[in-house]
């Protein structure tokens, strides 16, 4: 199976869990949580009914290709 990707299509998208963006400020879990801006891929692993709620209200679409 293929994971879909998405791009941000909207200014930005806000409190996007991730563990690709790793810095000085991660918690104890690992998992910081991060704001992208247009044109920005979200990271593996954001939570199906967060992709859902993003993907209703336009700010986030599948990367073509």
Known sequence: MIAVR???V???VTS???RE???TNLSRSGVVMVT???GSVLPA???DIQ???LLSKGLIAPLEG
């Open 21 to 23: 963006y790793a810095g």
């Open 45 to 47: 692993g954001v939570p």
């Open 10 to 12: 909207g200014e930005c």
């Open 6 to 8: 998405y791009r941000v």
């Open 36 to 38: 992208l801006l247009r």
């Open 16 to 18: 996007i869990p991730s």
């Open 51 to 53: 992709l859902r709620r």
